[in-house]
């Protein structure tokens, strides 16, 4: 069953910030983060696996919360470059094989 | 940073015909999946591969799907019999272990079915 993302659409100006949610209703392993511009292959943005924890890198971080089964990715001071539509990924399980199932999507436009 | 490879980048085709699309995993990894994406639509999971067998398939990956790792670098997907719902993009990805690993997209093959 996919996750189900949160909102599905937002309209910042350059300089705000943004929260976007990750729901699961299983039990996960991990939670993947992605972004994907236009006509592009999602990029990698970060991993945060079972256990609470929380990342982050430049103005972009994200937590995890375990027992409620969710990711909340966080953009700070957004530029334009942020712009994309946004995919939570999630695993159940640690296994080599397992495969990533991913959330609804989240567009995210930057306006100048 | 190493790259996954598709080709072709776009492939038109007819109703009925047979498709193959094709990847290049980056050479140390294990683990390769086809996902694909209907346009403005969430990645979907297609089939998962490992040590020369499918993993795990998902329900669109039917009879008419099949994949392939011929020689021990190119990674195929073959759509045998294609239909007008079968229009997407097509993403080849792989990762080289288990555990906290990323997944690798290549740049994808938009697939369009008249």
């Known amino acids: 069953q996919q996750p189900v993302q949160s909102p599905q659409a937002v309209i910042l100006r350059e300089g705000e910030d943004a929260v976007i949610n990750c729901s699961s209703s299983?039990?996960?392993?991990?939670v993947h983060w992605y972004r994907q511009k236009h006509g592009e292959a999602p990029v990698f943005l970060m991993i945060?696996?079972?256990?609470?924890e929380q990342k982050g890198h430049d103005k972009i971080s994200a937590s995890f919360n375990e027992k409620k089964q969710q990711s909340s990715l966080y953009l700070t001071a957004s530029q334009l470059s942020y712009s994309g539509t946004y995919f939570c990924?999630?695993?159940?399980?640690?296994?080599?094989?397992?495969?990533?199932?991913f959330g609804t999507g989240t567009r995210l436009t930057i306006i100048p | 940073e190493p790259e996954v490879t598709q080709t072709p980048s776009h492939q038109v085709t007819q109703m009925g015909q047979e498709v193959i699309l094709r990847c290049v995993p980056i050479?140390?990894?294990?683990?390769f999946y086809w996902y694909r994406q209907i346009l403005g639509q969430k990645v979907e999971f297609l089939v998962s591969?490992?040590?020369?067998?499918?993993?795990?398939k998902s329900e669109i990956f039917d009879d008419q799907f099949s994949v392939e790792r011929p020689d021990g670098s190119n990674f195929t997907l073959k759509i045998r019999s294609t239909k007008l719902e079968d229009s997407a993009m097509y993403f080849c990805?792989?990762?080289?272990?288990?555990?906290?690993?990323?997944?690798?997209f290549g740049s994808g093959t938009q697939l369009s079915v008249l």
């Open positions: 990924g999630t695993e159940r399980a640690n296994f080599g094989n397992e495969k990533l199932t």
């Open positions: 299983k039990a996960l392993y991990s």
């Open positions: 591969f490992y040590n020369n067998e499918i993993s795990e």
């Open positions: 050479s140390n990894h294990l683990y």
């Open positions: 990805a792989s990762k080289r272990d288990r555990g906290e690993e990323k997944l690798f």
């Open positions: 945060l696996l079972k256990g609470g």
